[in-house]
């Protein structure tokens, strides 16, 4: 019987070998009251909720007849139990958050019960995409809160999960969703292939995915949507597309994806299609403005004077007339400062943060013009500028944005305004060239699609969008059949 | 390689490109031109610069020089101004009565020619000496503004035709017409006034259309959007009609040249009794008879002085196939007119 014993501790040593030095990893031995078998229990403190094994686990084991392992998933009051006989399985199950059985008698043979402790967040409002209307759910770190988020908007067997697991040391899972009847399948596939192929070890958030997946991974722009929102998920799976689920992740990614979707806030869903359309194109418009305005500033006051309106010529001598450094050093000043006083912001803990706002606008804006650094009409453009690039409702294209600018500031210095039309062709062409997921990324826009305009620049009603946008090549592009929807029986002929 | 040539190259070659940095030039806002007095230049040039004070009022600064090119003339301001001079801000440049009657063409054509200035700029010519009407003081703003302003303003709602230098020299080249500049006094420091239109031959000044003339003259060259007029009736009764809006149709046959003008209007003023619906009647036929009688006088005067500002040739040419500009010219001496006015008197206001 000793002899035995010792031969099982050596043999488990084998793999016990790393995790013996955890604090964590526990093994303790139980005698079953009524057969008087020794049963041990292996697992992970820090991973199991310790409640299950001793309201749920233990005192079954304890007082029950309990002969063999087979017999857990009789006494065991717990759904997911397995038997299994495969050496292998062990760490992964442990790690889990699994509960290991073994027996004496049954070496060969492991019971693992589940037991994983989960801290879960309670639900929040979305704080990045927040709306005013609609629903105020967004997705929290664990993956199964968030695939039930979204299946509770999907309730049809056609929605499928399917589930990876990536990086070496951290097994992240991550899971795909899409409609089997309606997503492309090229789409699918294109996307297991590239989720398979990830070599990283480590995964900690679904933006690593956007970056290891996306089809141009050296371009600024993001080819992958991020949304917190499970309405918006659920709305673009109806639409054909895929969604990328990452464990430990309140971002859900969106693939294919077009350049107008990072301008369409989902909020444009909920208003009538009149104020949602103005307000893409005024947030299309302020995009425009936002990278534009402090390089024409520079261009014109550098190289084009002669384009200045002559009852603006005062406004902007006298306010430049005591500045002694020229536009584009002056332009910068400003700019790096708001860009230094968004990092600062962000990277400050709230409350503190508030003195941010004081700093910013009394003294850097205040003072630098008083002290003659900058003129007081740059100062307006450079804020209004920042403000502008604010109203980008995806988070990810706002950082672009901020970027984009300098790159144009750099050429309007060196060549005024011809400058920034040759940035703006290399932006251009960049972007024409611009793929997600191999569908071009300007569509409708490049190449042009009229009938996908429905739900671009603007967004037309919904008895209009009887089509889902045909560049997802879907396998049903017909949504509903406007005749049908035409037909309104309440109203008497 | 080849990209690192290339982005070498696109850093070190925007040296080449001439920077003027709004606050550090002299911008050259309004110009004037004279006869040089003395012979060995052709003309005195002033130009006008605008400085602008802390509280965003406006000095007026000229400099004047002597050449014989324009370019001479901002070498000489160069050497008496703080920033380097440059031209693309002109609005107004001014034109003395001697060098109008010599000919001016050299000087407009160096504007043309000058890519910063624009086509808006408005050339005109003065009573006076040009140096003295750019040296006032007009209003706060600025001479040039307010010279810009004062014929812009005339333009749109007085009886100024349209005018600037692009279709000053349009008119020019184009043949079969000649071109025409809004004339302008200077009546005291701080005032100056528009006079009349000078004809050109050319680029020689040959005549003045006085103030009274320019109604006529605007309904001929130019359509109204937005004029007034008033008519005297048979009582001395007066007339006030306003919103004049005009177009014309001029046809020509071999040897004819029927002018029709249409006038539509409101009266809005009336210094008789009771405006009824005769009166209005009677308002509509001296107005046609007026302007068809002023018009023909007009276009007999052009003739007699040679000019055609009306562009009677170049309507000629756009009518005719086998077009002779040679013939034109003799042809001219010759034409006759007859000028059909028809006014229409829309709305009265609202009182019956």
Redesign the interface.
Same mark, same amino acid.
């Given at each position: 019987m000793k002899n035995k014993r010792i031969k099982e501790d050596i043999q488990h040593k084998e793999w016990e070998q790393s995790f013996i030095k955890s604090k964590d990893f526990k093994k303790i031995f139980y005698y079953n009251q009524k057969t008087d078998v020794r049963f041990g229990l292996t697992f992970m403190a820090t991973l199991i909720d310790e409640n299950i094994i001793q309201d749920g686990i233990l005192p079954n084991l304890l007082e029950d007849e309990f002969r063999e392992i087979e017999d857990i998933k009789q006494l065991v009051p717990v759904a997911d139990v397995q038997v299994c006989d495969d050496p292998s399985l062990i760490e992964q199950k442990l790690m889990n958050g699994y509960v290991m059985l073994t027996i004496e008698t049954e070496l060969k043979h492991f019971g693992f019960i589940a037991a994983q402790k989960e801290i879960v967040r309670g639900l929040s409002q979305p704080e990045v995409e927040f709306s005013v209307i609609g629903p105020k759910e967004a997705f929290v770190e664990s993956m199964g809160q968030n695939l039930n988020l979204i299946r509770k908007r999907l309730p049809v067997k056609e929605l499928i999960i399917e589930e990876f697991t990536l990086g070496s040391l951290s097994k992240t899972s991550v899971a795909m969703l899409y409609m089997e009847n309606i997503t492309n399948e090229d789409n699918i596939n294109t996307v297991r292939q590239r989720l398979k192929n990830v070599k990283f070890d480590a995964i900690t958030d679904s933006s690593y995915i956007v970056q290891l997946i996306s089809d141009n991974s050296n371009s600024p722009f993001p080819q992958l949507l991020d949304t917190e929102r499970p309405d918006r998920v659920a709305g673009i799976l109806a639409e054909g597309k895929i969604a990328i689920v990452v464990d430990g992740s309140p971002h859900v990614l969106i693939t294919p994806t077009t350049l107008v979707e990072f301008f369409s806030s989902f909020e444009d869903y909920f208003l009538n299609w009149i104020l949602s359309s103005f307000f893409r194109l005024i947030r299309l418009f302020a995009v425009a403005f936002s990278i534009l305005v402090t390089p024409i500033y520079v261009a014109t006051l550098s190289y084009h004077y002669e384009l200045i309106p002559k009852d603006l010529m005062s406004t902007l001598i006298t306010s430049r007339r005591e500045i002694p450094l020229p536009p584009i050093l002056e332009a910068l000043f400003l700019e790096l400062t708001i860009e230094l006083l968004r990092e600062a912001g962000a990277r400050l803990p709230t409350k503190v943060g508030q003195t941010i706002g004081i700093v910013g606008g009394i003294v850097i804006g205040t003072a630098s013009v008083e002290a003659g650094l900058t003129s007081n009409v740059l100062l307006i453009i450079v804020a209004l500028a920042a403000l502008a690039s604010f109203t980008t409702p995806v988070y990810r294209m706002g950082n672009t944005i901020r970027l984009l600018r300098f790159p144009f500031l750099f050429f309007a210095e060196l060549w005024g305004l011809l400058g920034i039309v040759f940035c703006f062709c290399v932006l251009l062409t960049h972007l024409t060239r611009l793929t997600s997921l191999g569908r071009p990324f300007l569509e409708p826009l490049y190449p042009p699609r009229v009938v996908d305009m429905k739900d671009a620049l603007i967004r037309l009603p919904f008895e209009k969008q009887s089509r889902r946008p045909i560049y997802l090549r879907t396998k049903k592009p017909i949504r509903f059949s406007k005749k049908k929807a035409k037909k309104q029986k309440d109203i008497d002929e | 390689m080849k990209k690192l040539l290339l982005i070498c190259l *696109?850093?070190l070659l925007?040296g080449c *490109?001439?920077?003027?940095?709004?606050?550090d030039?002299n911008?050259e *806002?309004g110009v004037g031109y004279d006869l040089a007095e003395d012979p060995k230049d052709k003309y005195r040039g002033t130009i006008l610069f605008?400085e602008?004070?802390?509280d965003?009022s *406006?000095i007026n600064r000229t400099f004047s020089g002597n050449g014989k090119l324009r370019q001479d003339l901002i070498i000489d301001v160069t050497r008496q101004s703080s920033e380097p001079v440059?031209t693309?801000?002109l609005?107004v440049a001014v034109f003395g009565p001697k060098i109008s009657k010599l000919g001016i063409y050299d000087l407009i054509d160096s504007f043309q020619r000058d890519p910063?200035i624009?086509a808006r700029v408005f050339v005109i010519t003065s009573e006076d000496k040009a140096e003295d009407l750019l040296k006032g003081e007009y209003g706060t703003?600025g001479n040039?503004?307010y010279i810009?302003n004062l014929i812009q303003h005339n333009i749109e709602h007085r009886d100024i035709p349209k005018t600037n230098l692009h279709l000053a020299f349009r008119n020019y080249h184009e043949r079969g017409r000649d071109m025409f500049l809004p004339r302008l006094k200077k009546i005291a420091n701080d005032k100056v006034e528009l006079i009349g239109i000078s004809l050109f031959e050319k680029d020689k000044e040959v005549d003045i259309l006085p103030l009274e003339d320019l109604f006529f003259f605007k309904l001929l060259v130019d359509k109204y959007s937005e004029g007034n007029f008033d008519v005297q009736l048979k009582k001395g009764d007066l007339a006030a009609i306003k919103s004049i809006k005009s177009t014309h149709k001029i046809k020509i046959t071999d040897n004819h040249a029927a002018i029709n003008i249409n006038i539509e209007g409101i009266v809005r003023e009336y210094t008789g009794t009771k405006l009824t619906t005769a009166v209005v009647k009677d308002v509509e036929k001296k107005l046609e008879k007026k302007v068809e009688r002023e018009c023909l006088k007009l276009l007999k005067k052009f003739q007699e002085l040679g000019v055609d500002p009306v562009g009677l040739g170049q309507i000629k040419k756009t009518q005719h196939r086998n077009f002779d500009y040679k013939k034109w010219e003799d042809d001219y001496k010759t034409l006759g007119f007859e000028v059909k006015c028809n006014v229409n008197i829309e709305e009265t206001g609202i009182i019956e």
């Open positions: - | *696109v850093l925007s *490109v001439d920077k003027e940095i709004l606050d030039i911008i *806002v605008q602008f004070q802390p965003k *406006v440059v693309g801000g609005k910063s624009g703003r040039s503004t810009y």
